[in-house]
């Protein structure tokens, strides 16, 4: 076996708070709840990107009912590690979901704003059932209540990069999560 490049940006984490194998894990897991549960029906996953695409790629390939795929763009203006204001929701999808059971795929449940407005939009086009699955879920900074029906780890509020998490669109390619050092959050490097 040929040795494995390392990940520079790995020695970018201050520490690691869900590692890939704790991950892969639990992915095992969820989807095996998400089997049972949507045994014999159809499921229309659509994924809010870019953030979802490493959960979802992942997911996808463990589910074992009759699944489409679509996906939706959300984003809000960022300062740094903070969202200001709404998110917006740019309506991409490609499927007709109505009548079908939906299931929304994020990588991490945060104020809850994105993923409380990309479900209503779901809901007005009429899809028959909307759950979500997320990775992550930091409760402690929810501003409008929402939960999701499958979720991976709860974590304390840090900002966290990593398994499709950007800080300035880096660091999504991480296989674990973690926090980074304060000054590559500070722009010094
Ligand atoms: P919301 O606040 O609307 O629940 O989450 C919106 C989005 O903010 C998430 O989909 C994610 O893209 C981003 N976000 C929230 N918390 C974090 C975090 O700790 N790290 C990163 N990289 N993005 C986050
Ligand atoms: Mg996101």
């Known amino acids: 076996m040929p040795k494995k490049t390392p990940i520079p940006e790995l ?3 201050d520490h690691i708070l869900v590692s890939e194998a704790a991950i892969k894990r639990r992915i095992a897991s969820l989807s095996e709840e998400i089997n049972r549960d949507y045994a014999g029906t159809h499921l ?3 994924a809010v990107v870019n953030g979802a695409v490493v959960l979802v790629a992942d997911l996808l390939r463990k589910l074992r009912v ?3 795929l679509d996906c939706v763009r959300a ?3 960022h300062t740094g590690t ?3 204001g709404k998110p917006v929701v740019i309506d991409s999808l490609k499927l007709d979901i109505t009548g079908q059971h939906v299931l929304l795929v994020d990588d991490i449940l945060d104020t809850g704003n994105t993923l409380s407005a990309v479900k209503t939009l779901l809901l007005a086009k009429q899809a028959a059932t909307v759950k979500t699955c997320v990775l ?3 409760k402690a900074r929810r501003v409008v209540p929402f939960e999701a029906e499958y979720v991976g780890f709860e974590i304390p509020n840090e ?10 669109e880096r ?3 991480l296989p674990c999560i973690g926090v980074l050092k304060p000054k590559y959050y500070a722009g010094l490097l």
Do not use: E, M, P, W
């Open 82 to 84: 903070q969202a200001a």
């Open 171 to 173: 660091y999504r390619n």
């Open 75 to 77: 984003s809000s203006y």
């Open 44 to 46: 229309t996953v659509i």
């Open 66 to 68: 009759q699944v489409r």
């Open 136 to 138: 992550l879920d930091k």
């Open 159 to 168: 900002f966290v990069v990593g398994y499709g998490l950007d800080f300035n």
């Open 11 to 13: 020695k970018h984490l």
